[in-house]
Nanobody, 126 residues
Framework: QVRLVESGGGLVQAGGSLRLACIAS????????MGWFRQRPGKEREFVAA????????VMADSVKGRCTISKDNAKNTMYLQMNTLKSEDTAVYYC???????????????????WGQGTQVTVSA
């Protein structure tokens, strides 16, 4: 059974940093795209960042570009999201996602992903 488990969320002051991790079990994702999405209160789930199978291609949402980086350690079956200079509008539940298709592409939409974590809460206080 495939499981994605996020960690690293929490409460942080505006301007602070957090590093989210997503650990996969049940299968490897070393040939697959992975991504981060978030759902802010009262909003739909939205794209944050995506990475291709070996980390050579990364796409960041405009809202986090320049403040966040995505990375992937295939040896550990883990993906990361480093978030810096956090703002109150970054407050959300953050979800990691993985696609089962073997491809070098980067996926940006929720319907391209097959497996999802349960989410981790990030709260940024003003």
């Amino acid at each position: 059974q495939v499981r994605l488990v996020e960690s690293g969320g929490g409460l942080v002051q505006a301007g602070g940093s957090l590093r989210l991790a997503c650990i996969a079990s049940g299968r490897t994702f070393d040939e697959n795209p992975m991504g981060w999405f978030r759902q802010r209160p009262g909003k739909e789930r939205e794209f944050v960042a995506a990475i291709n199978w070996n980390g050579s291609r990364q796409v960041m949402a405009d809202s986090v570009k320049g403040r966040c980086t995505i990375s992937k350690d295939n040896a550990k079956n883990t993906m990361y999201l480093q978030m810096n200079t956090l703002k109150s509008e970054d407050t959300a539940v953050y979800y990691c996602a993985a696609a089962r298709r073997v491809t070098a592409e980067v996926y940006l939409t929720t319907d391209e992903y097959d497996d999802w974590g349960q989410g981790t809460q990030v709260t940024v206080s003003a």
